[in-house]
DNA sequence: TGGCCGTTGTGAGCCAGACCACGGCTAGGA
DNA sequence: TCCTAGCCGTGGTCTGGCTCACAACGGCCA
């Protein structure tokens, strides 16, 4: 296991070296290639996931379809947990945008580790209120924002957490195409790319293959709020 | 207190008598009027709150000034809790909709029960996931569905959680104004009259003032899918 | 090295739903 | 008893964004 990267992980910064020593070795460890699927929306299953490497998109999909990406999770995020506390089948398809390798955790597992040490629970609890708060968020912009909004603050998000400054700009490899960036702001292909396609000619970024350079920061977010 | 309705609270169903006792002991009351604001978007504050009587909403609202309700609460229900494990500001206003009553309990004094006792821990963690989700399916309603759709679903969830049944039909005194639905769904108030009224046309059910008698719940279900 | 498939760019038309403008209804207060 | 302030009901107009349609551009495999 890469210990390393789940010492790191929020969920777990808290503990003590030899307490994460153990926890790693609790853990087993999966990988998968760019387009797998980890589980789908409805199976059953009670493992925790924590992303060691790469990327994975959790979506949903609608009765007619349509799809729809919850989150982008890079390493050290933390996934698949409503099944363990909230039981029920899992909600969203998780599926690699990249390369990727996790380790779980499973339910009983968990539990041993939940009921001796408070530091854990509190890191859970914090995780979960950490995306509780994200998704209301996301709420509430679908309702208050229009598209390119919405797109310049998913991009703002992913350089956030992905990017890496550079002299000519914020480099932004997202692994997404634009396909997926529409599922991810909840809105249509073309509508992005219009939108990103504005933003590039004002000069606020340059578009790449699956990802972007941000040169204007600022302007990009003002037009996020 | 209240303890019967805090009892009931799912958090605390799992505690044994002597555990709920000491813990309704180490509860505030705070009583509202209808109308009034228990605290606002972006307050400090690390109160947990349990409703024991009436209805509250919870809202935000944007730069413009328009508002957005995330949920609407009533007995036994939680909230305030995100400002808890995930320090910061509240994250939205919370008036009440009806007189109401609640229990509150701040940080330190909840972190002393976190500690000792798993199980609080564990219903803590359940209550978090079981609103993540909620959050998630409201994300992908937003995206999937149209407005008449998620009145329906509204609906549905009030008189899943407010409605008494009679021999005429459901009757769910919800206490919203249709504005106050509208915000809920994320729509304009008309749009959701024009739904309302469309619904009701169709005998499927009778608008009253703040309230709706669902005459037949299998089509407005089948509506809201 | 040519064909093909996944991805990106862009224009045209259409429609759900926001916004605007009323008019009527009810409840509570002077 | 009247007056005012919220609500509720319903039309008309306008537009953001979805759908459809099609072209251009790689990469990748045969």
């Known amino acids: 296991m890469d210990n390393d990267v789940l010492r790191q992980a929020p969920l777990f910064s808290s503990l003590d070296d030899e307490a994460a020593t153990a926890l790693g070795n609790s853990m087993a460890e999966t990988t998968l290639r760019r ?55 899992r909600s969203a398809t998780v599926t690699a945008v990249t390369d990727a390798t996790f380790g779980s955790l499973s339910h009983d597992d968990l539990l ?45 998000d992913l350089a956030d957490r992905f990017g890496r400054t550079a002299d000519d700009g914020v480099h932004v490899h997202h692994d997404l195409t634009q396909e997926e960036l529409a599922q991810l702001v909840g809105a249509s292909r073309e509508t992005v790319n219009k939108a990103l396609a504005d933003f590039a000619s004002r000069g ?16 990009l977010s003002r037009r996020a709020r």
Do not use: C
Request: proline letters at 5%; glycine letters at 12%; aromatic letters at 6%.
């Open 112 to 156: 041993k580790w939940l009921d001796g040490r408070p530091m854990v629970a509190r890191g859970l609890l914090s995780q979960l209120a950490g995306r509780l708060r994200k998704s209301n968020d996301v709420v509430a912009d679908l309702v208050f924002s229009d598209v390119p909004g919405r797109v310049a603050k998913a991009l703002l």
């Open 204 to 219: 606020w970024l340059r578009l790449e293959p699956r990802s972007v350079v941000i040169m204007d920061l600022e302007r």
């Open 35 to 89: 387009g797998d699927v980890l589980f789908h929306e409805g199976d059953s299953g009670d493992k925790l996931y924590i992303v060691t490497e790469g990327k994975v998109k959790l979506g949903r999909s609608s009765s007619d379809g349509r799809e729809n990406l919850l989150a982008i999770m890079g390493p050290g995020q933390m996934f698949g947990e409503l099944s363990l506390f909230d039981p029920g089948p």
